[in-house]
T-cell receptor
């Protein structure tokens, strides 16, 4: 079955540690996105990538890093520089048919808690 | 750069109608609408492209006024299953997809 998979579902991190969230898709989509979801603030864009080996900062990129070495994979690293990392993280992918973005497919999310 | 959604929350009785609005200060290429149930991933409802088109999906439809940079989602004869948080996503130049803060919709029997 085609889809987008995030792992792990729950993640606990000690303050000062880096942690990497996995996102894999087998939909052959070019574009991939990372969003952070906090209560009352909706989905805020962290990073996005339109093509392999290229990515752009979103609105809240500070304290995060990404890589896009393969079309299927777009891992997100939450670094110790991120002041308030406890949140629900959603990864999405979409097809980009020449112009514009088609519907985005979301993973089931990773809930990160700093302890 | 997040689009602004209104209202923040709405409570309906089954069978009532609702409108959710989405506006942006930036020029838009397209507008997406998604619904998220508690604890689940957002699910795509529809996408509207430049040209002021209107689309429908069962009893849910939407319009996009490109000139005003606004979109509205119309839910008619609401059902319990319509409950959830609705997000509009706005696409700007370069395939950047940005979402609003969401509108919580609760349908009561």
């Amino acid at each position: 079955d085609g889809g987008i998979t995030q792992s792990p579902k729950y993640l606990f991190r000690k303050e000062g540690q880096n942690v990497t969230l996995s996102c894999e898709q087998n939909l052959n989509h070019d574009a991939m996105y990372w969003y952070r979801q906090d209560p009352g603030q909706g989905l805020r864009l962290i990073y996005y990538s339109q093509i392999v080996n290229d990515f752009q900062k979103g609105d809240i990129a500070e304290g995060y890093s990404v890589s896009r070495e393969k079309k299927e994979s777009f891992p997100l690293t939450v670094t110790s520089a991120q002041k308030n990392p406890t949140a629900f993280y959603l990864c999405a992918s979409s097809y980009t048919p020449g112009q514009g973005v088609s519907e985005a497919f979301f993973g089931q999310g990773t809930r990160l808690t700093v302890v | 750069q997040q689009p602004v959604q209104s209202p923040q929350a709405v409570i309906l009785r089954e069978g009532e109608d609702a409108v959710i609005n989405c506006s942006s200060s930036k020029a838009l290429y397209s507008v997406h609408w998604y619904r998220q149930k508690h604890g689940e991933a957002p699910v795509f409802l529809m996408i509207l492209l430049k040209g002021g088109e209107q689309k429908g999906h069962e009893k849910i439809s939407a319009s996009f006024n490109e000139k005003k940079q606004q979109s509205s989602l119309y839910l008619t004869a609401s059902q319990l299953s319509y409950s959830g948080t609705y997000f509009c996503g706005t696409e700007m130049n370069g395939n950047k997809l940005v979402f609003g803060a969401g509108t919580i919709l609760r349908v009561k029997s």
